[in-house]
């Protein structure tokens, strides 16, 4: 059984799924459209992902923290990627939804991947932002890397707002007010669940079946990323028979530093019709 309390126009459950509870977020519109099926960021509580949420004008979306992050409590074992896209199937069957659009955010655009490959019936289209193939991708500085090792960030905000802008790039690197506004959103973060998420995408790579996702699909990339940059999308992009590439001028957190943006971005790609578009690169300019 799924327990409710409304936050703003989101309405938060507690769903279980099997052994596992999730702590799930859905905001609700009257499109007829599927809903956004989101998987967020890597030690990342759905709060996070809230402006994005918000600043949607008619499309229903699903978020949901993972299995040691934010509400949803530790699972009983490490997972691999295709475990939390069973989940998320099972979610959205709970949920009464047959078929579901599909996004993802840097650590869950590896995820939004992995359930587009292995339930492609259910995902009509497909939003990767910035994120890679995986393991094998083209890689952020060591430096950078090294100070995303950890789940520090998430519980020391005086070393978050030192770090946010060598990490994150973008917007970030000249508007402390907007590392403030994140570093608020976060929840207490487990460092066991943060761990079970790294040791989720070891060896995990997508790039012999990206050939594979037959889905329309939008790749967003920040160009100024120190995390992921934006090579990797440009691979995505590449590989990916029917993907086209948006270069977006900011860092890795447009999600967050551009919510309204970018929510009108993925809602106009997921309005057009079923005709597939030419590919192509468009840029969108970082806010003045």
């Not at 977020?25 to 998987?39: C, D, M, T, V």
């Not at 994140?182 to 460092?191: D, E, F, K, S, Y």
Request: charged share 20%; hydrophobic share 40%; proline share 7%.
């Amino acid at each position: 059984m799924a327990s409710r309390g409304d936050v703003a126009e989101i309405d938060v459950r507690k769903v279980q799924i099997g052994s596992q509870l999730l702590n799930a977020a859905i905001k609700h519109s009257k499109s007829s459209r599927p809903p956004l099926l989101l998987f967020n960021g890597i030690g990342a509580n759905w709060e996070l992902a809230k402006p994005f949420l918000e600043a949607l004008s008619d499309t229903t979306a699903i978020i949901f923290d993972v299995p040691g992050i934010g509400g949803s409590p530790m699972p009983s074992l490490p997972y691999r990627p295709s475990t939390i896209a069973r989940l998320a199937d099972r979610l959205i069957s709970e949920l009464g939804y047959d078929k579901v659009d599909v996004g993802g955010v840097s650590w869950g655009g590896g995820i939004a991947q992995q359930f587009a490959h292995q339930y492609s019936a259910r995902c009509r289209r497909l939003v990767l932002a910035a994120t890679s193939p995986g393991a094998i991708m083209v890689p952020g500085s060591p430096s950078v890397l090294l100070k995303m090792a950890t789940p520090r960030r998430y519980v020391d905000k005086d070393y978050m707002s030192e770090i946010a802008p060598e990490i994150y790039g973008g917007a970030f690197r000249k508007n402390p007010a907007l590392i403030a506004r994140h570093a608020g959103a976060i929840g207490a973060v487990n460092g066991a669940g943060y761990l079970y998420q790294m040791i989720a995408m070891i060896g995990w790579t997508s790039l012999p079946w990206l050939w594979a996702i037959r889905q329309q699909t939008l790749v967003l990339t920040g160009r100024d990323d120190p995390l992921v940059p934006a090579a990797n999308g440009q691979i995505l992009a590449r590989l990916i028979p029917n993907a086209r590439l948006e270069i977006i001028d900011d860092g890795h957190l447009f999600f967050v530093t551009q919510p309204a943006e970018t929510a009108a971005t993925i809602e106009q790609f997921l309005r057009e019709d079923e005709t597939p578009e030419k590919s192509g690169t468009r840029r969108r300019a970082a806010p003045g």
